[in-house]
């Protein structure tokens, strides 16, 4: 068979079965994430039939996927939410850094994949999943609940947190010297205090630049600067990914609108590629000696998650039923988790268990969050042992 040929067989292959992995996510309710990676798995490396031809395609298109997932995340925010929120959260933040990061930094230390191993472990563990968490707050109808402001400053705090680590993480795996990475965290301060700047001074002017009325002209504008910005901001290492956060964030207003509606399809047909090649570099072999660790950290993120959302909650006010809700809400993790460890198994500068070990956790979390956001309120209002009520007292 003609090389073209097997490679739009085994690409429409790919393509139609990730369409049904995610109809049965919408069948059985919940994030199609686990089933796109389970789906990398069973064709990749080691798996039930390996696909070996449509590497370069995927490779691309995966890159393509993190900028999208990164672009319309920024898209979500205004500068000025950005700000108000790490002034409202900056106590909780710092919380759920320390409080998240250390199992994952515990565990590679444990497992002896030294300073860069924990480095990326901890920001494995650290991130939730703002897609994940959003769908779910929608579903469950708790947009309009006081604890949800609470939540998604924390993820904003969490988002900012990722421009200022990815730089810093890219630059480890690189393995540039002192001077060099003191160098990148440097370019990437300055790069995000400009955008930041820009995005809250004339920010109007950059949506000005790729809004049009009509949308082919808006899309090629739009995804065309998306990726020179990635692009420039990689080969300043800064992270490819952080460049597109940040062109998200400058752009506003109805512009910012309509560009999450037009890029919406294209990011989750893009980003569901990345998944896949995750899977696909994956070898499942890899996953059982590393399970028992997978569960160990989900077990103790849960925890974490909860602790961090509840004393967040706690400090704004909002009652022991509002709290549960606010913890439960942080535990899932998905795509921000796979794109570090991703960006670590590119520069092959960590262990393949490492990458077993982030599948075998972002599985457990991507399905057990959601769970868990329905089931706290439930369980919170749970009591084994009603109280009587006192029989009057006679005469």
């Known amino acids: 068979m003609e090389h073209t040929a097997l490679e ?19 069948r059985i309710g919940m994030s199609p994430i686990p089933l796109y990676l389970l789906g990398g798995l069973a064709f990749g490396t080691g798996g039930i039939i390996p696909l070996g031809d449509i590497g370069d395609f995927t490779g691309l298109a995966a890159e393509v996927g993190v900028v999208l997932l990164l672009l319309l995340l920024g898209l979500e925010y205004s500068a000025s939410e950005l700000f108000t929120g790490l002034r409202r959260s900056w106590g909780a933040g710092l919380l759920d850094i320390v409080l998240n990061a250390a199992p994952g930094v515990a565990v590679a230390l444990i497992l002896g994949w030294g300073p860069v191993g924990a480095m990326v472990m901890g920001g494995v563990t650290y991130i939730s999943s703002s897609g994940i968490i959003a769908k779910v707050l929608a579903d469950l109808g708790r947009l309009g609940n006081r604890e949800t402001p609470v939540v998604l400053s924390i993820l904003v705090f969490e988002d900012l947190v990722m421009a200022l680590y990815l730089p810093i993480l890219t630059a480890l ?5 002192l001077w060099g990475g003191i160098s990148a965290v440097a370019i990437s301060v300055a790069v995000i205090s400009v955008v930041l700047v820009v995005a809250l001074k004339w920010g109007r002017f950059v949506s000005a630049l790729v809004d049009s009325p009509d949308r082919e002209v808006f899309l090629l504008k739009i995804l065309g600067l998306a ?3 990635a692009g420039i901001a990689s080969a300043l290492q800064v992270s490819a990914a952080v460049g597109a956060f940040l062109l998200g964030i400058a752009i506003s207003g109805s512009t910012a609108h309509n560009a999450t509606k037009l890029l919406e399809p294209l990011r989750d047909l893009f980003a569901a590629v990345f998944f896949v090649v995750f899977g696909l570099s ?7 000696p590393v399970i028992g660790w997978a569960i160990v950290l989900a077990v103790a993120t849960t925890a974490t998650k909860l602790a961090t959302g509840w004393w967040a909650a706690q400090m704004q006010g909002i009652g022991k039923l509002g709290r549960a809700r606010a913890g439960a809400a942080l535990v899932a993790r998905g795509e921000f988790s796979i794109v570090i460890a991703g960006l670590a198994v590119a520069y092959a500068a960590v262990p393949n268990d490492l990458a077993a070990l982030s599948t075998a956790y972002v599985l ?6 959601p769970i868990a956001a329905r089931v706290v309120e439930p369980v919170a209002r749970w009591r084994p042992f009603p109280r009587r009520e006192s029989a009057p007292s006679a005469g």
Not at 173 to 177: A, I, N, P, R
Not at 282 to 288: K, L, N, V
């Open 227 to 229: 990726l020179l910005v």
């Open 8 to 26: 739009l067989i085994e690409l429409g292959a790919v393509f139609f079965g990730l369409g049904l992995l995610g109809r049965l996510a919408q």
């Open 173 to 177: 795996l690189v393995g540039v010297s």
């Open 364 to 369: 457990l979390m991507a399905v057990f969050g």
């Open 282 to 288: 994956t070898d499942p072999a890899a996953i059982p």
